[in-house]
């Protein structure tokens, strides 16, 4: 819900959507004839690939690019690869499409079957990296971080959503289990869960510590939490896992305890999708599923210039294709109608000072955009505290000349890290 106050020079009020109980389940959708798997590593024409078109492969199987490729994805279901492709994200960091034709007569991998499933992080790293949810192995794995405390984001971190909140009070259990199998997995001792201080729903989250809070935006991202709640402040540059912490999806502890619990990985993503009409309807679909079945299902019509919206209003980012598969991270879509997608523009920064007043980090947005605007990333860091952003898109929310300031934002802190790298 939305509340914008009437004086114009007071901060509007953004408040998070507790669980619709309207929606008590989630439509399990069909596993189509032909899935999309996104591969997060680029083809290279110069190496001899492993896998290709024609190739058949079994349900489960792990289908990675190159003999020294670390990415890789599991296959939901047995047929024949179709073809590869290439693709890029909202930044321009290319990937790989695996387009899989299922054919049910190709049976199982045995590979699972002969699999001793450990409980270590090695063997996360190894095979369940792209589970629903999104397990962070990376970040788990990383040498420069100590990860004690493991923080479950029951509470959605952007207003509109509530899927980590559904996830919670259907699969209670299951998360409990799961959160015992991270344990032995790491060296975390602390488990917390953010959970909304007006839900109603009850919950039985036996060993999680509940933190509590608030419904007013942004207060579920990652930082805010840290500093409400673990009296830490980041500093500029800084992310939760440098100072011992892990922020995690529900849902990924729902994946790692069906998966020990039946030898087998798992592969239904629970998905909100918020239609034309604000309505919400709630499904399971297997990774790889064109979103545009998930639209099919439940009647949305998608016409030329709509706008397609992977994740919430504030902090999610536009797809263009229908095609579009569903991925591990993949909670939420929002569909706008052409006549109701917000205006952008490129006309220059009024200096109203909304940006500034609302900014809970503090940074000096109406002269840090116009150090974007110029390609200074490196000035616009060190001078207008770039780093300092917690990307919660309200900058652009209240922005009178309808500068994208949150996509400018994001891009320059992706631009500086390339610098430095190439540095």
Request: some cysteine; hydrophobic content about 40%.
């Amino acid at each position: 819900m939305i509340k914008r106050s009437f004086f114009a020079l007071s901060k509007p009020r953004l408040t998070y959507d507790l669980l619709d109980t309207s929606l008590q389940s989630a439509e399990e959708l069909a596993v189509p004839g032909s899935l999309t798997l996104l591969l997060p590593e680029e083809i290279d024409s110069a190496k001899k690939a492993l896998i290709g078109p024609g190739d058949a492969v079994k349900k489960g199987q792990k289908l990675k690019l190159y003999d020294d490729s670390r990415s890789y994805v599991l296959s939901p279901v047995a047929g024949t690869i179709k073809g590869l492709d290439s693709y890029s994200d909202d930044f321009g960091n290319p990937a790989t499409y695996v387009m899989i034709k299922s054919d049910p007569s190709v049976k199982g991998d045995d590979q699972w079957a002969q699999l001793d499933l450990d409980e270590t992080l090695e063997f996360a790293a190894d095979y369940l990296e792209q589970l629903p949810g999104a397990l962070p192995v990376s970040t788990l794995t990383n040498p420069n971080y100590d990860i004690r405390t493991i923080v479950v984001t029951g509470a959605d971190t952007d207003i509109l959503c509530d899927t980590c909140q559904f996830v919670c009070t259907s699969y209670a259990g299951l998360m409990v289990a799961g959160a015992k199998i991270l344990k032995r997995m790491t060296r975390a001792d602390r488990f917390c869960i953010t959970v909304p201080e007006n839900l109603s729903a009850q919950v039985d989250l036996d060993g999680f510590n509940v933190l509590r809070t608030s419904n007013t935006y942004p207060s579920n991202l990652p930082a805010m939490v840290m500093k409400d709640h673990f009296g830490k402040t980041l500093s500029p540059g800084q992310a939760p896992e440098d100072k011992g912490v892990c922020f995690i999806r529900p849902e990924v502890l729902v994946s790692l305890a069906r998966t020990y619990e039946t030898g087998r990985p798992v592969f239904d993503k629970v998905i909100t999708l918020i239609d034309k009409g604000g309505q919400k309807h709630r499904v399971k679909a297997a990774i790889g599923t064109p979103i545009s079945k998930i639209f099919t299902c439940f009647n949305v019509q998608i016409n030329e210039r709509d706008r397609i919206i992977i994740g919430g209003p504030m902090r999610g980012f536009a797809t263009y294709t229908v095609h579009h598969p569903v991925v591990p991270d993949m909670d939420t879509i929002i569909v706008q109608d052409a006549d109701v997608v917000p205006e952008i523009s490129d006309n220059a920064c009024i200096n109203c000072g909304n940006c500034v007043r609302i900014c809970p980090a503090n940074v000096p947005v109406n002269l840090l955009v116009r150090y974007l605007e110029a390609n200074l990333y490196d000035e616009a860091a060190d001078r207008f505290d770039l780093e300092s952003c917690i990307e919660c898109g309200l900058c652009s929310y209240v922005c009178r000349a309808k500068i994208p300031v949150y996509q400018y934002i994001r891009l320059g802190k992706q631009e500086l890290l390339t610098l430095r790298e190439n540095a």
